[in-house]
């Protein structure tokens, strides 16, 4: 897989069963987050930001507030079950 993504973060991703630079597209930050989080692995919201970056090309540290408050308001309402 190459994408701007760590190795510790690619190993997360597999273990999720994302394979591949298209698969993560398709899925999209917030599901390939939320099946990391499902299979037990301990991540912290970098990690969502990080695969944000990865997908726009953007350095996680340099998304703007309202990215990543969109993006805690859909996890947020995903994990309720509000979506």
């Known amino acids: ?3 701007n993504l760590g190795e510790k973060s690619v190993r997360m991703l597999h273990d999720a069963g994302i394979h591949s630079v298209e698969e993560l597209n398709d899925l999209g930050a917030i599901e390939a987050y939320l099946r990391i989080k499902q299979q037990g692995i301990a991540v912290s919201l970098n990690m969502l930001y990080a695969i944000e970056g990865a997908l726009t090309n ?10 990543r408050e969109a993006l805690l308001i ?3 309402a995903r994990v309720s079950g509000s979506l």
């Open 1 to 3: 897989m190459q994408v």
């Open 58 to 67: 953007t350095h996680w540290n340099k998304l703007d507030r309202v990215t």
């Open 74 to 76: 859909e996890v947020d």
